[in-house]
């Protein structure tokens, strides 16, 4: 199977080495050389446009930054569905709103040919893109998931079927935007804990066995937070991106979310502040400079 991948990124990267791991034939091209070149060095071969490789492969996989992206690439009249060869099973595992992703099918499905679209947003960051235990939420035919589920597999561990196209990505939508909230909560906790005294320790040890136990506690407090190590696994600005995607949905079905808005802002706050490129849990380290 001759596999096209389009955005070698920090997720990207990792994810197509494994399929390159995984013994698929692996086609990349991109304007950066150094993953490029490390691509090459896998054992992938040099594609000479994206086009080409809507031309010549068996699927089609892209990650880019958002929405306005995947519309360039599926639906300008010289993109990927214009150039499609007969079969192409194309996959978009960015996070982008579940209805641009609506859009690239219905696009797909309105075409003369016989194509297939499959949303795949992931969850998981790059140590999950690295291990190649990514969660991958993916909305398709039944179908074409039976058909790609070994490349899904080759780059995740978990593999869940939700729907039609988009219906993955409105999933994913809802997962980060509990993960940005709780996180929001879990700082300011931590701001009040310091305050009234309570040992980290002593914090730790009683919400781990209470009510207040989570998992982004567990891994976001005790892992990032206590420690003030915020190196980036997931950037602060991706997850206001993907907040954003929720503000967005939120106000387009008119939504009542006054949490979520408040959440958004105050991530629009640390990146406003230089945080943007820091691990999304440096809010913390935001909210605690803010302390009288």
Known sequence: MKIGFIGLGKMGLPMAKNLCKAGFMVYVKSSNAESQNEMIKEGAIAATSYNAMAK???VVITIVPADK???????TENGLIANAKEGVTFIDMTSAKGSTKELVNEAIEAINKDLSFVDAPVSGGVAGAVNGTLTIMTGCKETAFEEIKPVLEAMGKNIIYTGEAGTASNVKMLNQMLNAGNTAVAAEVLCMSRKLGVSDD???????????????????????????????????????????????????????????????????????????????????????????
């Not at 992206?69 to 639906?75: A, G, Q």
Request: charged content about 25%.
């Open 56 to 58: 010549e492969c068996d």
């Open 69 to 75: 992206e995947i519309k360039e690439l599926y639906l």
């Open 202 to 292: 002593v914090l730790k040890t009683v919400v781990s066995q209470s009510s207040g136990q989570s998992f982004v506690f567990d891994r976001n407090v005790t892992k990032f937070m206590m420690s003030g190590d915020h190196t980036p696994g997931f950037r602060l600005n991706l997850m206001k991106k993907d907040v954003s995607l929720f503000v967005d949905a939120a106000n387009e079905l008119s939504g009542f979310t006054p949490v979520t808005k408040l959440v958004y802002d105050m991530f629009v706050a640390c990146a406003n502040n230089g945080m943007g490129d820091l691990n999304y849990t440096s809010i913390h380290k935001w909210l605690e400079e803010n302390q009288k």
